[in-house]
């Protein structure tokens, strides 16, 4: 009897099993097979089209464009890598490279400096931010098709010779390159006699190291409360952010969660170390560039009622990447999965696979946001960054703002005004005059910058559709009364936005002056956000308000 019964029982659960593999076979027998047909039908096209097209064409560019635009279709996350783009990722991962030290912009006949990095090559041959290099080597940049930043890398105490333009004057110069390595952590310091301030710039292998020293240096020196700012810090390593985290809080703590279709990229990251400080007050400054692995520090530090997050709304990047190798030592980065805070939200604002129109991905809307708790059972949100604790509106940049500065505008009237005020010398007791953000306002104009807002971009949209219905002959009127009263309201966003220009005009001034650790050390007496910080750790019943 027990043996009937034991079968009855056995049979349908062997024949679910085989139901279940069966489908999930037939599931990966379809996949392989509609992969293999689809690379059959390009391989044939690609070898017809190369054969038979009327002009020559470039096998290489026709790929790396099919290539590209098929990604395109899924991420901005999602990339291949030639082989340069392969020894550039390693670069950010590891932070060390030869080359000449300073970041560079690629324009379309030149190579900008933007930032000479203190006491490298770049520095101690005399280039400035602002330089304009048109030629190394010999090689013309403008002629150059490949990525033209890789002309200043080479091996160890070679030389480039570097011809450069400066305020409308050609000069020359040699640098002699040589090991670059890149700090994750630019700077630490005392702010006070109590308050200990940690600049976090990248989440790269010596990450989590750089952060463990300066908080072990900074409580040496009498530091009762920590301020970590990874404002700007577009992330790295995951496995970095979780270090961070450990630092603050106990071993065997959940910090990050990532989910995906593939089974082995399902994986939970706990804390595997002891902790430096799980006492120690702190406060996690943020911004709109502050993404990835940086949301994960401060929204673990958040979910886990660690620390206070002050500034303003991040990013919102809940997707994670990995490379994989393919032949000619090319790579695929791409993205395997979404992660998750402790509290179980992801905090990816953009929504990749449901696109506009115009193939844009959609920001999720705020009341599709889920609600989620904190350890000490605060409400937390998913789906538009990590919202901070105390949210700064001055540290929120505008759409002029960020229009201004992706137009150059910031930076190219700060080599103006440096070459204007060279002789500047206490950098700490400066500060920007009314005339100066006068002028700026002057320089704006003389370099015809301008911004499309939303209200442009309906009202082009409205009359483009007016005139193929024949509308259009009244309608021209008001709108060009409508686009009128927009510039004149876009003079006025200046002025509206002249506190928060003012400070990022100081800050790229500065800089010219006493480098990027000189900034450091004049946040530390004028920024405003370190200034709320460093109120709210001055103050333990208020701190603890935010927490509970």
């Known amino acids: 009897m027990k043996k009937l019964l034991k079968q009855k029982v056995l049979v349908p659960i062997l024949a679910l099993i085989i139901l279940i593999t069966g489908s999930a076979f037939k599931t990966f027998n379809n996949d392989f097979f509609e992969i293999a047909k689809q690379i059959e039908i390009f391989t044939t096209l690609f070898k017809e089209l ?112 570097i011809t450069y333009v400066r305020q409308g004057k050609t000069a020359k110069t040699t640098v002699k390159r040589s090991e670059i390595e890149i700090d994750a952590v630019p700077h630490f310091s005392m702010i006070d006699g109590t308050t200990g301030y940690i600049v976090l710039t990248k989440f790269n292998e010596k990450t989590s190291q750089q952060t463990g020293y ?160 904190t350890k000490n059972g605060r409400k937390v949100f998913d789906g538009g960054g990590v919202f901070p604790d105390e949210e700064l509106e001055y540290s929120k940049n505008s759409a002029i703002t960020k229009a201004i500065l992706s137009n150059q505008g910031v930076f190219d009237f700060a080599t103006k005004y440096y070459y204007n005020n060279i002789n500047i010398t206490n950098i700490n007791d400066w500060k920007l005059k009314d005339s100066d953000f006068k002028e700026f306002k002057e320089f704006l104009k003389s370099t015809d910058f301008s911004f499309e807002t939303k209200t442009e971009k309906s009202l082009n949209k409205a009359l483009e559709i007016a005139k193929t219905e024949n509308l259009d002959d009244d309608i021209q009127r008001d709108y060009n009364a409508l686009i009128q009263n927009l510039n004149n309201s876009k003079l006025k966003a200046l002025d509206d936005n002249k506190s928060q220009l003012m400070n990022l005009l100081s800050d790229e001034i500065i800089k010219r002056y006493v480098y990027r650790e000189g900034l450091y050390k004049y946040y530390k007496l004028h920024n405003n956000e370190i200034k709320k910080a460093t109120e709210i750790l001055a103050n333990p019943t208020k701190y603890k308000r935010y927490l509970n």
Not at 137 to 153: E, F, S
Not at 294 to 315: K, N, P
Request: aromatic content about 8%; hydrophobic content about 35%.
């Open 50 to 161: 190369n054969m038979n097209y009327v002009d020559e064409t470039n096998p290489g560019d026709l790929m790396d464009n099919a290539i590209k635009n098929m990604l395109n279709e899924l991420d901005p996350y999602t990339k291949f890598y030639n082989e340069q783009d392969v020894e550039a990722e390693r670069i950010k991962r590891t932070g060390d490279y030869t080359g000449v030290g300073a970041q560079v912009r690629i324009l379309k006949e030149k190579l900008l400096i933007i930032e000479p990095y203190k006491g490298y090559p770049a520095d101690r041959a005399g280039l400035k931010a602002g330089d304009e290099i048109i030629e190394i080597n010999g090689q013309i940049v403008a002629n150059y098709k490949d990525d033209a930043g890789n002309l200043l890398k080479g091996a160890p105490n070679s030389s480039a010779e």
């Open 214 to 373: 300066a908080l072990k240096d900074l409580k040496a020196k009498g530091a009762k409360g920590i301020i970590l700012d990874l404002r700007g810090n577009p992330g790295g390593l995951l496995t970095e952010a979780v270090n961070v985290v450990n630092l603050f809080v106990p071993k065997g703590q959940l910090v990050v969660t990532t989910k995906s279709k593939v089974k082995k990229y399902n994986r939970t990251f706990y804390t595997k170390r002891d902790p430096v400080d799980t006492k120690v007050p702190l406060i996690v400054l943020i911004n709109g560039s502050s993404a990835s692995a940086s949301e994960i520090v401060s929204g673990s530090i958040q979910d886990l009622d660690r620390g206070v997050v002050v500034g303003s709304r991040s990013f919102g990047k809940g997707l994670v990447q990995r490379p994989k190798e393919l032949t000619y030592g090319t790579q695929l980065k791409v993205t395997i999965s979404r992660y998750y805070t402790p509290s179980g939200r992801c905090i990816q604002a953009l929504d990749y696979w449901n696109k506009d129109e115009k193939g844009n991905a959609v920001r999720i809307k705020q009341k599709d946001y889920n609600v989620f708790k």
